[in-house]
């Protein structure tokens, strides 16, 4: 639990919050504490917090804090909580600012080697802008009722827009309840004088898909009805919000018409043609990559055999629309087309595949980017080789790792130089007993192993992996699912999310799982509700961006002398999250400065 882990954290914090009472124990009391953006409570568990906020952002930036609310011994009646837009000095104002809930959800069987006891831990966030009528206190932010004890966290957005002067913003978050005083909480924003980019540099491609979104509420997904396109929509562009681009941009994505050609005049109800929709995706909500809607019997049935021929005209019509309407620099194949192959067989398959691809050079010489999930180095030759046949690499973390570090090989700089891109992701957990053969520093109270996501590991894994890909080259993070859990399991109650059935039984909590849908008959609205670990992500995300822009500054020794004060490479990196807000600060700063 949070409580027995501040020596890992290194947090100095202030032992008293803000009250609502005497501070004598016997007297009822509501209590605010400001907490670490990685920090997480269980229930009942005492809260050290601070009794202010502070938080730095640059502008068109999302910044969060965190604070709980714990009710006294006479427990809390209509808890409610406002915020008011931030204001500076000089009468400039930042009203775009959201309020979450954070509601628990139940570990029962612990993630493979996590470091924690069963417990609840915060992940769904409710939006208090959610006023829906009817919508039971489990469902709905607020109003809350606290028993003795209970804590209530809260999650806030702040969005800096791109225009906003730089300078001391400044707030307060008001906390009521029946028969308590109110309680404020001072929240102050310093905005820096630089501009984080529009689109990120970071490619991401992360599993939300249109089939399943269909298969969750209920309906066939044809196109034909405005309410149902517009609610996959509303899916890719939360996804977008948070700097990651669906797998499946589905409205985007043309289907062969009567010749074999695609149709990119095709028309989804509400929404509009294939064309319109792409222009939304790459130029309205920024998306970083797309990915093409093709595979291996779709929508030709044998495309490396009888239907080659059209497949490849179909294909070539269709990067080079992508390229028009994208950035040819920005269209891929879905990195699931060819995943994990691990047979000699599924080596030569997706040899086929790379020439399928090399043979359709576009009018100004691009290629169509061919990604495989494998890593650049194979170290087991029977398998045969796949360079000079695939374009983009996307290794585990822990095969990176494994290649630079451990082996010293570093087959992925060489990929690099040939031209061709690594991305990486992660997914369930790693084998740490193995891990630890090879790395005998590996903890997962300290760091020093690949990060990886589950629910029930320490907050910073969501964080650390994009202070590392510079290191390696990497410019893509991809991620299996974003709206999966095993058969018959409440994601509102249960985190086991992923359970595998080969070996039987073990419970990955959290893990592809990372958007919990809303449906109307619970909360009110079908839409898509953020977990506290995507928040984390999109926060990562921004890190990245501050990292490139110094780098593109020329600020690379500054940027190797302050990442390395907690982050070295994959294998060796420290959990403590107030270090990184340090060094996030610092980099902060830098930017501000030159």
Same mark, same amino acid.
């Given at each position: 639990?949070?409580?027995?882990? *501040?020596?890992?954290?290194?947090?100095?914090?202030?032992?008293?919050?803000?009250?609502?009472?005497?501070?004598?124990?016997?007297?009822?009391?509501?209590?605010?504490?400001?907490?670490?953006?990685?920090?997480?409570?269980?229930?009942?568990? /005492? #809260?050290?917090?601070?009794?202010?906020?502070?938080?730095?952002?640059?502008?068109?930036?999302? $910044?969060?804090?965190?604070?709980?609310?714990?009710?006294?011994? +006479?427990? +809390?009646?209509? #808890?409610?909580?406002?915020?008011?837009?931030?204001?500076?000095?000089?009468?400039?104002?930042?009203?775009?600012?959201?309020?979450?809930?954070?509601?628990?959800?139940?570990?029962? @069987? /612990?993630?493979?080697?996590?470091?924690?006891?069963?417990?609840?831990?915060?992940?769904?966030?409710?939006?208090?802008?959610?006023?829906? %009528?009817?919508?039971?206190?489990?469902?709905?932010?607020?109003?809350?009722?606290?028993?003795?004890?209970?804590?209530?966290?809260?999650?806030?957005?702040?969005?800096?827009?791109?225009?906003? *002067?730089?300078?001391?913003?400044?707030?307060?978050?008001? !906390?009521?309840?029946?028969?308590?005083?109110?309680?404020?909480? %001072?929240?102050?924003?310093?905005?820096?004088?630089?501009?984080?980019?529009?689109?990120?540099?970071?490619?991401?491609?992360?599993?939300?898909?249109?089939?399943?979104?269909?298969?969750?509420?209920?309906?066939?997904?044809?196109?034909?009805?405005?309410?149902?396109?517009?609610?996959?929509?509303?899916?890719?562009?939360?996804?977008?919000?948070?700097?990651?681009? %669906?797998?499946?941009?589905?409205?985007?994505?043309?289907?062969?018409?009567?010749?074999?050609?695609?149709?990119?005049?095709?028309?989804?109800?509400?929404?509009? @043609?294939?064309?319109?929709?792409?222009?939304?995706?790459?130029?309205?909500?920024?998306?970083?990559?797309?990915?093409?809607?093709?595979?291996?019997?779709?929508?030709?049935?044998?495309?490396?055999?009888?239907?080659?021929?059209?497949?490849?005209?179909?294909?070539?019509?269709?990067?080079?629309?992508?390229?028009?309407?994208?950035?040819?620099?920005?269209?891929?194949?879905?990195?699931?087309? !060819?995943?994990?192959?691990?047979?000699?067989?599924?080596?030569?398959?997706?040899?086929?595949?790379?020439?399928?691809?090399?043979?359709?050079?576009?009018?100004?010489?691009?290629?169509?980017?061919?990604?495989?999930?494998?890593?650049?180095?194979?170290?087991?030759?029977?398998?045969?080789?796949?360079?000079?046949?695939?374009?983009?690499?996307?290794?585990?973390?822990?095969?990176?790792?494994?290649?630079?570090?451990?082996?010293? *090989?570093?087959?992925?700089?060489?990929?690099?130089?040939?031209?061709?891109?690594?991305?990486?992701?992660?997914?369930?957990?790693?084998?740490?007993?193995?891990?630890?053969? #090879?790395?005998?520093?590996?903890? !997962?109270?300290?760091?020093?192993?690949?990060?990886?996501?589950?629910?029930?590991? /320490?907050?910073?894994?969501?964080?650390?992996? @994009?202070?590392?890909?510079?290191?390696?080259?990497?410019?893509?993070?991809?991620?299996?699912?974003?709206?999966?859990?095993?058969?018959?399991?409440?994601?509102?109650?249960?985190?086991?999310?992923?359970?595998? @059935?080969?070996?039987?039984?073990?419970?990955?909590?959290?893990?592809?799982?990372?958007?919990?849908?809303?449906?109307?008959?619970?909360?009110?609205?079908?839409?898509?509700?953020?977990?506290?670990?995507?928040?984390?992500?999109? $926060?990562?995300?921004?890190?990245?961006?501050?990292?490139?822009?110094?780098?593109?500054?020329?600020?690379?020794?500054?940027?190797?002398?302050?990442?390395?004060?907690?982050?070295?490479?994959?294998?060796?990196?420290?959990?403590?999250?107030?270090?990184?807000?340090?060094?996030?600060?610092?980099?902060?700063?830098?930017?501000?400065?030159?």
């Amino acid at each position: 639990m949070a409580g027995t882990l *501040k020596s890992w954290y290194g947090y100095v914090l202030l032992a008293l919050g803000l009250s609502a009472c005497s501070p004598e124990p016997s007297l009822p009391c509501l209590q605010v504490k400001a907490i670490g953006l990685l920090e997480r409570f269980a229930p009942f568990e /005492p #809260v050290v917090g601070t009794d202010s906020v502070t938080i730095f952002a640059a502008r068109n930036e999302y $910044e969060g804090f965190q604070f709980v609310i714990t009710a006294g011994q +006479a427990g +809390a009646a209509n #808890v409610q909580v406002s915020l008011s837009p931030l204001r500076s000095a000089a009468g400039d104002v930042i009203d775009k600012v959201e309020v979450f809930r954070e509601r628990y959800v139940k570990v029962s @069987t /612990p993630s493979p080697h996590s470091p924690y006891a069963p417990q609840s831990w915060p992940d769904i966030l409710l939006p208090a802008a959610n006023t829906s %009528p009817g919508v039971s206190s489990a469902y709905r932010a607020f109003p809350q009722n606290l028993s003795a004890g209970e804590n209530l966290p809260v999650w806030v957005d702040v969005h800096v827009p791109a225009d906003t *002067k730089p300078g001391v913003y400044s707030t307060k978050v008001t !906390v009521s309840a029946d028969g308590h005083d109110s309680v404020e909480l %001072p929240v102050q924003l310093t905005v820096w004088n630089f501009t984080l980019p529009a689109r990120s540099p970071l490619r991401t491609v992360f599993g939300t898909n249109g089939y399943r979104v269909a298969e969750i509420y209920g309906f066939e997904r044809t196109g034909e009805s405005a309410t149902d396109n517009r609610l996959i929509r509303a899916y890719n562009d939360f996804m977008l919000d948070h700097y990651l681009s %669906p797998e499946s941009l589905w409205d985007a994505s043309p289907e062969a018409d009567a010749d074999g050609k695609p149709d990119f005049q095709r028309e989804f109800a509400g929404l509009g @043609t294939v064309t319109e929709n792409m222009r939304h995706y790459m130029q309205d909500k920024h998306a970083t990559a797309y990915t093409y809607v093709f595979a291996d019997s779709y929508p030709f049935a044998d495309p490396l055999g009888k239907d080659r021929d059209k497949a490849q005209r179909f294909m070539r019509e269709y990067a080079g629309w992508c390229a028009a309407h994208a950035g040819a620099e920005r269209c891929y194949t879905d990195p699931s087309f !060819v995943d994990e192959p691990d047979t000699r067989e599924a080596y030569a398959y997706a040899r086929r595949w790379g020439e399928f691809f090399d043979e359709m050079r576009l009018p100004k010489g691009e290629k169509i980017r061919y990604q495989v999930s494998e890593p650049p180095l194979n170290e087991d030759l029977a398998l045969g080789s796949l360079t000079g046949a695939v374009d983009v690499w996307i290794p585990k973390f822990y095969d990176l790792w494994r290649d630079v570090e451990h082996l010293g *090989k570093n087959v992925t700089a060489q990929r690099l130089d040939a031209g061709e891109e690594v991305w990486a992701y992660t997914a369930l957990v790693l084998d740490f007993k193995a891990y630890q053969q #090879v790395n005998p520093r590996a903890d !997962v109270l300290k760091g020093n192993y690949p990060p990886v996501w589950q629910l029930d590991f /320490p907050a910073i894994n969501y964080r650390i992996p @994009t202070w590392l890909f510079h290191r390696y080259g990497v410019t893509g993070l991809g991620y299996w699912d974003t709206l999966a859990w095993a058969e018959n399991t409440d994601i509102w109650q249960d985190a086991a999310s992923f359970i595998s @059935t080969n070996p039987p039984g073990i419970v990955f909590n959290g893990d592809g799982l990372l958007v919990y849908p809303a449906k109307r008959a619970q909360t009110g609205v079908d839409a898509p509700f953020a977990s506290l670990r995507l928040k984390w992500i999109r $926060e990562s995300v921004e890190d990245y961006m501050y990292i490139d822009l110094l780098l593109q500054a020329g600020e690379t020794e500054f940027v190797n002398q302050q990442l390395g004060r907690i982050a070295r490479h994959f294998g060796d990196w420290d959990n403590q999250p107030a270090l990184l807000m340090q060094v996030r600060q610092a980099l902060g700063e830098r930017l501000a400065s030159l």
